[in-house]
C-alpha cells in the first residue's frame, strides 16, 4: 500500500474521532442536565428539562445509528489488517454498539421509552403507597417489551443472555449459575457460623449526633486520601449517591447526610470515590475512540466496592479512619475505642433492604433479584407471583420476611425503567474485587502497613496500572484474566469473608 | 382562502415552533454549561468545556441561519395578512435575526470568535499586570473587525448607529447625543450642588464584619419580598453577579459577598432580582415563538436598576430594609439607625470604578464610555489614544484621574469581546426606569406606603403587566411609549435624582 493510501487512512482515522467527539459532546450535556436536576434544579424547571434532555438524547442516538457510523465501520473493516490494537478494537465495539441500536425500530426505542417513564411514576406511587397492585400492569408492559427485545438481539441458550451481554459483555446464565451458586452457599455457611458463634455487636453510635458540615468536609478528607483529584471532579448532594462523568477532567459524586450515622456518608464517599478515580484515571490518548469508558458495569462496580469494602471496612485502614474521625468529631467519638469502631462497621445483619445490607449478606440480595430476573424472563413465573417469590427466597437465604412490599419487591428502581440484567454487576464486583486483591497483595506485600497509616498510594497506582488504563480495551472477562491469570471466581471472595468474619466474630 | 390553506398555515406554524424550540434547546444547555462554568465546575474541564459550548453555539446558529428559516420566513412574508399580531411580530423578528446573522460571512464570524477569545486573554493579562500595551494589539484588531462588521451591516446617519442597533433595537446616536448630553449636564449639576452643600456622610459600616452564611440568607428573604420566585429560579454564588435564564421556570441569579459589606450582595440580589423577575414574568405562551425575551439590553437593566436603586434605595423601603437587617445582624447594627443607613447606602462619592459608582454618579461611567466608542468607531482617535482620553474624561466630568489604567481604561471586559454598543443600556436603563416610575405613581398613588411595609406586591403587578408580559413583542421605543405615552426622556430621571439628593444632603 502507497503513502496515498495511508493519509487517507489516517484521514478517515481522523473524521471518525472528530465524528465521535460529536456524540460525546451530546452525552457531556445529557450528564450535566442530569446532574444538575438533581442537585438542586428548580423544581417547575422538570417539564422543560425532560424535553432538552431528551431530545439532546436523540441527537446522540442518531449520529450513532448514522449512515456515516455505517460507512466508516464498512471502510475500516475493509482495511483491518492495517489497523492497530487500539483502533481495531475501536472498530469492534463501534460495530457492536451500533447493531445494539440499529436493531430496534424506531416504533419499539419509543414504545420502550414510553413504557419506561410510566414504568417509573407508577413505581414511585406504588412504592409510596405500598401497593404492588399500582405498578402491576406497567411492570407487565416492561416485561413484555424486555422479552420483545430479547427476541431483536437474539440470544444463545438462555434467553436471559440477551439481557447480561447489555452489561456484562460475554457472560452467560450458564457460567454465572455456578458462580452464583458457589456464592450464595458461601455466604450462607458463613452467615450460620456467625449466628452460632453467640457474639453480639452493638452499634457505638447509637444517640448520637453528627452535623452535615463536618461529614462533608470529612468524607472530602477521605477523598482527598483516597486520591481523587478535585481538580478534575466535585462532590455534591442528592437523595441517593451517584457517579457520573463528563469526561476524566469532570467527575462528579454526589453524596447524602444522615444527621444520625456519620458512616453513611463516609462508606458513600468511598464507594462513590472508587468510581470517580476510575473515571479520572481513563488515559486522555482514547478520547474520540469511543473507548474511554468502563471495561463494564461490573468492572466499574468492583472499584467502588474495592474502596468501599476491601479498604474503607479493612481492619488497618480503619486505624486511620478512626484516628481522623476522631479528630473530625471529638465529643462523638469520646468513649467509643477502635475496636468498637472496627465492629460496628463490620456487623453483620440479614436485613431486608439491599442497599443497607452489609459487606457479607449484600450478595445475597442481588442473588434473589438474579433468580428472580431469570424466573421470569423464561416464563418460570409472572408479574403477578414477584410479591409472593420475592419473600419466599428472602425467607430461604436470609431467614427474615418482608413485613410489607415496600420493604421487599418494591424497593429498588431497576425494574421500572427496564433494566433487567443489570443487578448481577453489583455482585460481580465483589468477586472481581477479591480476586485482585488476591493479586495485590503479591505485587504489594506490605499493603496492610501502608494503608494503616493512610497511605493509599500504592492501592491507587496498583488499580490504574491494572484496571483504569485499560478502560474499555479489553472485554471484562479478558480484563479479569490478564490482570490475575483467572476467569471470574467465587472462591476468593468467600475466603476472604472467611477470614474476615472469623476473626470478627469468633467463630 | 379556503379550510385548506388555514390547514396548511396552522401546520406551517407549528413546524416553526417546533423548529425554533430546537434552537431553544441547543441555548438553555449552552446556558447551563456556562452557568455551571462559573458556579463551581472542576478546573480541569474548563478545555473540554469550551469545546462543548462552542460546539452546541454553532448547532444553534447553523439553525438560525439554515435554509428552513428561509423558507419559514418566505412563506409568511406571502402570507402575511392571514397572521395575527403576535405572528407578524414573530416572522419579523424572525427575519431581522436571520439577515443579522447571515450578513456576515462564515470566515469573519470565525475570524471574529478568535480575536475575541484572545482579546479577553489579553485583557485579563493586562488588567492582572496593570498594563495598557498587553492589550492594545488585540483591541486594535477587534476594534478594525468591529468596523468591518459594521461596513456589513450597512447603517444610516453615524456609523456607530449599526452597533446601537444590536442592543437598543431602533436608537440612533443622533437621539442619544440628546438624551446623554442632558442626563450629563444634569448629574454634573446635582454634584456640584452637594459637594456645594458641605453635608458630609460617614459609611456606618465601616470596621464591621457579616458573615456569608447570614448574608445569604438575608439575600434570599429580600429576594422573596420582591416576588422571586425559588421554585422557577435559584441563587448561587459566582465572582461576579449575574442572571441567565434557561426558561421562564429556570431563572438563576448569582451574588458575590464581602465580608466587611452586606449592601454589597444586597444591591446586587436586588437588582439580579430585578433582572430574574423580568424573566419569570415572560409569558409562557411565547414559548417557541421567538419572542420570549426581554425587549432589549435596556429595558432589561431598567428593570434591575428599579427594583436596586428606585425601590432598594428609597427611604420608605430603607424602613423596612433595616428593620430586616437589624434582625439578621443584631450585633452590627446595635449602634445604628434608620437615618444612618439610608444615608450610607445613598452617598455621593465620585469615584474611578463604575461597578462601585454610587446612583448618581453610575450614569457618567457610561456616558464616558459611550462618548469615547464613538469616538473610536469614526476613527477620531485610535486605540493608542484611550488611555489619555478615558482619563481626561473622568478628570472633566467627576473630577478624579485614574492613577492607572487598571482603574481607568482595562477596567471592564466589554470591548475585549466586541461589545461595542452595549454600554449605553446600562444609562438608558435609569431613564427607562425613572419614567416608568412617574407612571406608576399615577396608577398607585399610595405606593410609598406599601413599600414601606415590605410589601412590594403592587410594584411587582405593574411592572409585570406593564413591561415583563410585553416581553419582546414590542421595540423598546414602541414599548416605553405605550407605557408612559412619551419618548425616551432624560428629564424625569434628573428631576427623581434632584429631590432625592436635595433630601439627603440639604443644598
Excluded at 8 to 35: D, P
Excluded at 53 to 67: E, G, I, R, T
Excluded at 74 to 84: A, T, V
Excluded at 113 to 129: I, P, T
Aim: hydrophobic share 35%; glycine share 6%; with cysteine.
Amino acid at each position: 500500500m502507497g503513502a496515498k493510501f495511508l493519509d487517507k487512512l489516517e484521514k478517515k482515522l481522523e473524521e471518525l474521532s472528530a465524528y465521535l467527539k460529536t456524540i460525546e459532546h451530546y452525552r457531556n450535556v445529557g450528564s450535566l442536565m442530569y446532574w444538575d436536576m438533581t442537585t438542586g434544579m428548580p423544581e417547575n424547571a422538570a417539564e422543560g428539562r425532560a424535553e432538552t434532555m431528551s431530545f439532546m438524547q436523540m441527537q446522540a442516538h442518531n449520529l450513532s445509528v448514522s449512515k456515516e457510523i455505517h460507512d466508516f465501520i464498512k471502510f475500516f473493516e475493509k482495511n483491518e489488517e492495517k489497523l492497530d490494537f487500539v483502533q481495531k478494537r475501536m472498530v469492534h465495539e463501534l460495530k457492536k454498539n451500533y447493531e445494539k441500536e440499529k436493531i430496534f425500530p424506531e416504533e419499539f426505542i419509543k414504545e420502550f421509552s414510553l413504557a419506561a417513564s410510566r414504568g417509573q411514576l407508577a413505581w414511585e406511587k406504588a412504592k409510596n403507597e405500598d401497593n404492588f397492585e399500582i405498578f402491576k400492569p406497567d411492570l407487565e408492559k416492561i416485561v413484555e417489551l424486555t422479552k420483545k427485545s430479547i427476541k431483536y438481539k437474539g440470544y444463545k441458550g438462555n434467553k436471559y443472555n440477551a439481557l447480561l451481554d447489555d452489561y456484562e459483555p460475554g457472560l452467560t446464565v450458564e457460567k454465572l449459575d455456578k458462580v452464583f451458586d458457589e456464592l450464595r452457599d458461601g455466604i450462607v455457611n458463613i452467615l450460620k457460623k456467625i449466628n452460632n458463634s453467640g457474639t453480639e455487636i452493638s452499634n457505638v453510635f447509637e444517640g448520637k449526633e453528627f452535623p452535615k458540615e463536618n461529614q462533608k468536609r470529612f468524607c472530602i478528607k477521605i477523598l482527598k486520601t483516597m486520591g481523587f483529584d478535585f481538580k478534575s471532579g466535585r462532590m455534591d448532594e442528592t437523595e441517593h449517591p451517584y457517579t457520573l462523568d463528563m469526561s476524566n477532567k469532570d467527575v462528579r459524586i454526589t453524596n447524602h447526610y444522615y444527621l444520625n450515622d456519620f458512616t453513611s456518608a463516609m462508606f458513600s464517599a468511598i464507594h462513590e470515590g472508587g468510581h470517580g478515580i476510575y473515571e479520572q484515571n481513563i488515559p486522555d490518548y482514547l478520547e474520540g475512540t469511543g473507548l474511554n469508558v468502563a471495561a463494564s458495569m461490573a468492572i466499574h462496580e468492583s472499584q467502588s466496592r474495592f474502596y468501599e469494602n476491601i479498604i474503607g471496612r479493612n481492619k488497618s485502614f480503619c486505624g486511620y479512619l478512626y484516628e481522623e474521625a476522631k479528630k473530625e468529631f471529638p465529643n462523638q467519638f469520646e468513649f467509643i475505642n477502635e475496636e468498637e469502631f472496627y465492629n460496628t462497621i463490620n456487623k453483620v445483619q440479614p436485613s431486608l433492604i439491599r442497599t443497607e445490607a452489609d459487606e457479607l449478606t449484600y450478595s445475597i440480595h442481588v442473588i434473589i433479584r438474579y433468580e428472580i430476573e431469570k424466573l421470569l424472563i423464561n416464563d418460570k413465573i409472572q408479574v403477578a407471583d414477584l410479591p409472593r417469590v420475592w419473600n419466599e427466597k428472602y425467607k430461604e437465604y436470609l431467614g427474615i420476611e418482608p413485613t410489607s412490599d415496600k420493604v421487599g419487591v418494591l424497593q429498588d428502581m431497576h425494574w421500572s425503567d427496564g433494566s433487567f440484567g443489570y443487578f448481577p454487576s453489583y455482585a460481580l464486583g465483589n468477586l472481581y474485587g477479591a480476586q485482585m486483591l488476591n493479586e495485590m497483595v503479591k505485587d504489594i506485600p506490605n499493603i496492610y502497613d501502608e494503608i494503616a497509616t493512610g497511605d493509599l498510594s500504592s492501592v491507587y497506582e496498583w488499580l490504574k496500572e491494572n484496571v483504569h488504563e485499560y478502560a474499555n480495551l479489553y472485554d471484562p472477562s479478558d480484563l479479569i484474566k490478564r490482570i490475575t491469570g483467572e476467569e471470574l471466581q467465587a472462591k476468593y471472595f468467600i475466603e476472604y469473608l472467611d477470614k474476615k468474619y472469623k476473626e470478627i466474630y469468633n467463630y
